[in-house]
């Protein structure tokens, strides 16, 4: 499995993890854990950790996880959604990709280099402006 999904009791964040070669599928089993944590824990708040993920995915695959898996699985729009960049050029362009689809869909997400400034920003804290891919 190349994810995991967790959520801390204390921040009230689910995190997943996405590791080494990423497919489409990866991405979706990954999101629909981490959407059966935010119903079982009653959180809107999601990390998504890419950093050490090559993604091997098509724009259609991230396009479909917004517009059609987060509202599938009633995902609410009021959730945050962190994504911490990964190294490469490709993947900050998947990601932001990613994130544009999101936001012209109105879900709320932030790219971040930094755990604690995305920590910091699920909770409502966050000061500084969020990275750019």
């Known amino acids: 499995m190349a994810w995991s999904a967790d959520y801390d009791d204390a921040s009230r964040i689910i995190t997943v993890t996405y590791r080494g070669a990423t497919v489409g599928a990866d991405l979706r089993a990954g999101s629909s854990a981490a959407i059966a944590l935010s119903k079982t824990h009653g959180s809107s708040r999601y ?30 729009r009021a959730s945050r959604l962190a994504v911490l960049l990964p190294a490469t ?44 891919a």
């Open 47 to 76: 990390l998504i950790n890419v950093t050490e993920a090559t993604l091997s995915v098509a724009a259609i695959e991230l396009f479909n996880l917004p517009v059609k898996q987060f509202l599938a699985e009633h995902v609410d």
């Open 89 to 132: 050029a490709k993947e900050r362009d998947l990601v932001a990709f990613f994130e544009t689809v999101c936001l012209n869909y109105g879900w709320l997400v932030q790219l971040f280099e930094d755990r604690g400034e995305a920590h910091r920003w699920l909770r409502g804290e966050a000061a500084t402006p969020p990275a750019t």
